[in-house]
Nanobody, 128 residues
Framework: QVQLVESGGGLLQTGGSLRLSCAVS????????MGWFRQAPGKEREIVAG????????YYADSVKDRFTISRDNAKNTVYLQMNSLKPGDTAVYYC?????????????????????WGQGTQVTVSS
């Protein structure tokens, strides 16, 4: 059974930085394409960033390009989301998710239904 546990959320002011972590257990983490999604109140869940199983391909939503960085440490079975220059519009519950079907390709899906495993979410609140 695959389990994902996020940590690192919090409350901070505009312009601040935060690093989210997602620890994955249960199966072959190195074969998972990983994604970070977020969901704000009243809005649909959207992908923020994705990272292929090999680490060679990334995807970023336009709204976070040049501010957020996704990375992974296969030795620790952990994926990270470094968030800089945070804005109130970044306020949301952030979820990490794992896609096991993309392996061995480098594709990064933006569709929530293609991610089989999800964490419980961590709240990020950015005040103005």
């Amino acid at each position: 059974q695959v389990q994902l546990v996020e940590s690192g959320g919090g409350l901070l002011q505009t312009g601040g930085s935060l690093r989210l972590s997602c620890a994955v257990s249960g199966r072959t983490f190195s074969r998972f394409t990983m994604g970070w999604f977020r969901q704000a109140p009243g809005k649909e869940r959207e992908i923020v960033a994705g990272l292929s199983w090999s680490g060679s391909s990334t995807y970023y939503a336009d709204s976070v390009k040049d501010r957020f960085t996704i990375s992974r440490d296969n030795a620790k079975n952990t994926v990270y989301l470094q968030m800089n220059s945070l804005k109130p519009g970044d306020t949301a519950v952030y979820y990490c998710a794992a896609d096991q079907m993309s392996y061995p390709f480098q594709r990064i899906s933006r569709v929530t239904s293609e991610y089989a495993y999800w964490g419980q979410g961590t709240q990020v609140t950015v005040s103005s």
